[in-house]
């Protein structure tokens, strides 16, 4: 009894060690996203009077569209990965087409730095047209999101018993009807949990956007690296961005977080 | 095992031959079109009817702000002229202007260029030569302007740019420390270390540096090298840091990191120093000539330590000058409507109107004007400019000078932290600047 | 060809046109590139063969960014697979605040790198940083971007970002186990060591490989923090790879040594991985 008393707190101790050491940079964020120009010089200060203005600041600084843009090419790039990509992992780890040599150049593929690969993908953009545009930031995104998300469900893929499909072509559903009503809704929560990853990639990227749009058309990392600059300390501003930029990803952690455990679980990440 | 293997090789060498076979159509298209000026005929008065758009690229500091405001102004004279400003951090700048004119289809009309990059840039075909353009704008005084900044602009004789902001180097410091200490500003680089040093007591520090790797710490020694007499090259060019001035300057520049300026600051920049002042924990900083009314602004970042900020010419007398200028690509998309802008708003009145909004100056009659002087920042601090710019150098000359001032940033900021003496941290730099520069 | 096959043929089609798209052709031009005397401001471009990659090898610099990346992803990705096992091993028998609990530990990694990155500028910076002031006034004297420092504070950055992957990875792996074995090793009295040593360690192993895969290919990738805190300093010492060839390749113009940079880079982490994870690998195709 004792012992698993102690245990108990220990347990707790070190969850709490966890949250604390994640929620205490956040929480000087949100401090400082609250303090004046002035008071942000002295870091520590906790009295002071708060003020709206960083907020209001960050919400004039074209943050939201930049949000917006980061949403729709996280979604589109998600999309595309899921459309093309879910049938090729279900290929691949049941029929093994394109065998371990395609597994390992999807793996490959994250290798290279983006530095290299930035300019043909602005040569892309002009043979697409889709230059000065966030459409261009798409096939860059791909480029690594694809690969994760294949390499993420093709596990999944693995982990269902081939039995229950061949069960459902003795019941008379064709080869595509079979993978689309018994294989896909039992690898769903799995495909939940790529797309999480995948768009969270996305959404986390800042090189390309560097690289590949105007400013006019930047997405969010971007946006909030802006702030840091030559003008003068926009600390204030900058911390609102920072929050306005996680807080929606953080609300979706909150609801999707079960799923996410779900879909990972289950047999999902193996080899 | 062994099928894995010679599959694996067999198939990356496959995606290897269809690779290469696609590179060859991708870069058939290399052959860059050096430079195809559009501009013909009248390339200097732009007709007032004229239409179009001029997408620029700028930073995002505060002559931006001012610049437009300026745009409805503008507007009145080239009612059809739209001006679209994408202003960014410095950091990204370079990155997207290169991207721009590596393009089919610029991004950008017409570019902020900053003095580091007009060789490079020039060489390369990027930029427009403004000459014709010039000569052919009546009341167009471009002898008018500073002439350092007219260097900057000039590559081999060709003038590719039309300054619009100057960003010298100078000592920022609290006057009333200063006073309360008993000390005047120090007049020599010795005098400057013992200055400083001296306010560097009960937690406060006398200075606050900017030794970061590359840019910044090479931005803020070379004042430390001109105060010590010495200079980046020689009369002839070359190199010239390996000398007895160069080792004074950095181990007085050590000397002051280590004892009066702000503990664990070997990461420091602009901000950070900045902040540091503001604070009112360090009493003085080396700093762009802009940092002044951003120290001085009331309700700014210094709280009640407004207003008594002010600014000199870097100790020594000589300042590092670095500049802003406005370029023509090569491949803009409409280069006539893009110097309508810049003519405009380099015109004399104009830039008067510019400096009194708390614009950067960089003509000479601009601050030979009653208006200006009264009505701006106010003419203690425009004459701290003028003098600054009268004696200045850049921290770097002629090509590949972005590469250089990384190379010998980064050397000096291994002496700094201790990494590398500072005898061979100065012959080293003096060997990148001979490698990636020429002799 | 059977059917099965050629049903497999055409489900992965669509996959194998898109990388191509989006991966053959970025890569086959700058493995073009990388045979060329290519700059982003040269007019004329040849062809020189592999005296890029001759140049490399003797391109101390380069090797030293390397280095750092090596020490940096090792070091970083062992620290979170430790914190990330014991953490989920805590998760796992926690019965009351499940959700809050679990959304707040791996929220960080849905932040941007560039955030994170700058958030620790200010919060280590050596005068005004909150956390270096919490620690001066408690007698600490410590700076985070100093020479001997900096690699390590940027590791912790990483783990604090990204220890939350592992967590959530772990948890996903402990709670899709069977509990029997674990049950019958207690039953048996075996000590704590002796079940997570024998039991629950070899039973997460799958897990385990493909979030250190994962994981480590990622942190090899390291670009952000560098670029919001250091720039590579002091002197040299937090110049990654990444860095190194976004310096070489873009600021200094020279995109086809770059790209020769980037495919030795490449080639050398292939053979690790072909070497040490060959069965994930194989266990993926």
Redesign the interface.
Known sequence: MVEQRFSRIL?ST??AA??L???L?MM??VI?SLKSPADL????KIAFTPTGENWANALASGLPAALLRSLIVGVVVVA?SL???V??????A????????????????????????????L??SHLLKTNGTIAALI??H??FV???V??LL??FF?SVPVSIEEQARIDGKS??GA?WSVVIPHVRPGIGAACVFGF?LS??D??YSL?LVPGSAQT???T??GF?TFRGIE?GT?SAA?LL??IP??I???FI??H???????????? | MAT?ASR?IAALAA??A???S???C??GS???S?STPTAGGSTGEIAKDHSGTVRIIMESVNDTDVIESLIPEFNKEYPNISIDIDSMVY?QM??KI?ASV?SPEPAYDLFATDNPWFT??S????LQPLDERIAATPDFDNADYFQPLLDITTVDGVQYGVPYMNYAVGYVYRKDVFADAGLEVPGTLDELVTTVKSLTKDGKYGIALQP???YKIMEEWVGWLFAAGGSVYDAEGNASLDTPEAHKALEAYIDVFNNAA???????MFD?AQ??VA?G?SASLISYNFALPLLNEEGGISGDRAGEFTLVPMIGGKSVLGSWSWSIPTNSGDPDAAWAFVSWLGSKDVDAQRVIAGGSPVRESTLEREDVLTEGYGADYLNAIKAMLANSDQISHGA?S??MI?AVG?EL??A?????SVDQALKDANAAIIRIQGE | MTS??K??????T????????????????????SV?D?T??????QNIGMENYAAAFSDTPFWEALWTTTAYTVLAVSIELILGI??AA??V??KRWV?????????????????VG???R??L??????I???LAALGI???????GN?LYTLVGMDV?QWT?FMV??M???M??MPTAPLEAARVDGAGALYRLRRVLLPMLR??I???L??RA??A??V??YV???????????SVT??YF???R?????D?GY??A???I??AI??VI??VFAR???????
């Open positions: 347990r070190w969850i966890g949250i050491t994640i929620v940079p000087w964020i400082a010089t002295d870091a520590t595309v459309v093309v990509g049938p090729g992992a279900y290929a691949l049941r029929y093994g087409v394109g065998g371990t040599p395609l597994g390992f150049v999807l793996l490959m593929a994250q290798v290279l730095p983006p530095a290299v690969l930035v300019f043909p993908f040569r892309l096939p860059a791909i480029s694809l690969p994760v294949v390499w093709i596990g693995a080869r595509l993978f969270s959404w986390n800042m090189f690289i969010l990392p971007l909030i690296a840091n600390l900058m920072i930029a996680s990803m953080l979706a952690t909150f977080q079960k996410l455990v779900q879909g990972l679980g289950g047999n999902g990440v193996k080899y | 894995t694996t995606v290897g269809l690779t290469l696609l590179a060859g991708v870069t290399q052959d860059r050096s950091d370079r990155d290169v590596q490079d840039f060489q390369a075909g990027f970061q790797r590359g702000p503990k664990n600051s070997l990461n420091w950070d902040r540091s604070s924990d590949n972005e590469e990384q980064t900021n291994e700094v932290a201790g990494t590398k | 099965d096959k049903f497999g043929v055409l489900m992965i669509p996959l194998v046109v898109v990388l191509i798209a989006a991966v053959g052709y970025p890569v086959a031009t700058s493995l073009n590139l060329t290519f982003l401001t040269s007019k004329n471009v014991a953490i805590a998760l028998k926690q959700n809050i609990t679990r959304s707040v530990l791996i929220s960080p990694m849905f932040i941007a790198p560039i955030a700058l958030m620790f200010f919060l910076n050596g005068q005004s940083g909150a270096s002031k919490t004297d410590h700076d985070f971007f100093g020479s900096v604090w939350p959530l990875l948890l996903a792996g709670l899709s799958p897990t490989t493909v979030a895969v994962l290919l990622d090899m990738r670009f952000e670029f919001a805190t250091t720039k590579g300093g002091p002197g040299t010492e790879v990444q060839i976004y310096q390749g873009i600021q200094f113009f995109l770059a790209s940079l980037a495919f880079v490449l982490v292939a991985v072909l069965r994930v690998v194989r266990q993926h195709g």
